[in-house]
């Protein structure tokens, strides 16, 4: 898989609507439904099936740990994210 670099503010825009708390196929489905990027929807497929995020920050905290297991990615925005 190609080396996806991981945009806070791109995903952050593109998870508006989403009614938390909500799972992976809602994320999904909304950020879809937002016209996400092929990368973000990448990006978010790897969040865990089952687990319930009751914030975008819980997604960005889930997305950074991937990234922190084997890609590499920018999480210098991290802070910035807001509901």
Do not use: C, H, R, Y
Not at 3 to 28: C, H, R, S, W, Y
Not at 37 to 65: A, C, H, R, Y
């Amino acid at each position: 898989m190609a080396d996806v670099k991981f945009n806070v503010a791109e995903v952050t825009k593109n998870l508006k609507g989403v009614e938390f708390p909500a799972d992976k196929n809602q994320i999904l489905e909304t950020a879809q439904e937002n016209g996400a990027s092929e990368e973000v929807i990448q990006m978010l497929q790897k969040l865990p099936e089952g687990e319930q995020f009751n914030s975008p920050t819980e997604v960005m905290e889930s997305l950074s740990d991937e990234q922190d297991s084997g890609e590499t990615g920018e999480m210098s925005e991290m802070d910035e994210v807001e509901e």
